[in-house]
T-cell receptor
Framework: GDSVTQMEGPVTLSEEAFLTINCTYTATGYPSLFWYVQYPGEGLQLLLKATKADDKGSNKGFEATYRKETTSFHLEKGSVQVSDSAVYFC??????????FGAGTRLTVKP | GAVVSQHPSRVICKSGTSVKIECRSLDFQATTMFWYRQFPKQSLMLMATSNEGSKATYEQGVEKDKFLINHASLTLSTLTVTSAHPEDSSFYICSGVGEPGNTIYFGEGSWLTVV
């Protein structure tokens, strides 16, 4: 079935370091891909999304490119801040039906 | 823009009692709503798909008699955890599908603690 596999955490970085969180997917159709962020004690927030191959989603300095050839949607940010500390979820959706989430990656950024 | 509101955000109930969580779509009509559960340090798992005016579709392993879902209108779906046990303590979050472009919007989530 459709599924998402993302890099296991936790990930600990120093402020201004480069971030990559890997995400690959398996899908029978043509999924839309998403990254959600969950700050401590809060619900999910959509960070960015891409709906077709080669699309690049970007928001708040984060970006991810929908790579059909490698079935990947890796999340990157050039310079992380302490405020980026959160859990990041990669997810897919076929025809905007239910979401399939990855296991989540906890990021801690230290000053 | 479209918003999904969940209530209550936090609830503590005694073991054996029932608790209801509401999920409302604001400014849009959600024919379909989804309910997820997230245990500590784990990912979100789909529990059920709720369609307005019909019975919910439950994922394998989710007890439909324990987790009652009612989607009585295009803007409201409710999840009732019946005869709650401490192991039902979890983060429950709903989402609704709305415009533009059939976008999926998530509620803020509800933290349930059963004592």
């Amino acid at each position: 079935g459709d599924s998402v596999t993302q890099m296991e955490g936790p990930v600990t970085l120093s402020e201004e370091a480069f971030l990559t969180i890997n995400c690959t997917y398996t899908a029978t159709g043509y999924p839309s891909l998403f990254w959600y962020v969950q700050y401590p004690g809060e619900g999910l927030q959509l960070l960015l999304k891409a709906t077709k191959a080669d699309d690049k989603g970007s928001n708040k300095g984060f970006e991810a490119t929908y790579r059909k050839e490698t079935t990947s949607f890796h999340l990157e940010k050039g310079s992380v801040q302490v405020s980026d500390s959160a859990v990041y979820f990669c997810a897919l959706s076929i025809n905007n039906n239910d979401m399939r989430f990855g296991a989540g990656t906890r990021l801690t950024v230290k000053p | 823009g479209a918003v999904v509101s969940q209530h209550p955000s936090r609830v503590i109930c005694k073991s054996g009692t029932s608790v209801k969580i509401e999920c409302r779509s604001l400014d849009f009509q959600a024919t379909t709503m989804f309910w997820y559960r997230q245990f500590p340090k784990q990912s979100l798992m789909l529990m059920a798909t709720s369609n307005e005016g019909s019975k919910a579709t439950y994922e394998q392993g989710v007890e439909k008699d324990k987790f009652l879902i009612n989607h009585a209108s295009l803007t409201l779906s409710t999840l009732t955890v019946t005869s709650a046990h401490p192991e039902d303590s979890s983060f429950y979050i709903c989402s609704g599908v709305g415009e533009p472009g059939n976008t999926i919007y998530f509620g803020e989530g509800s933290w349930l603690t059963v004592v």
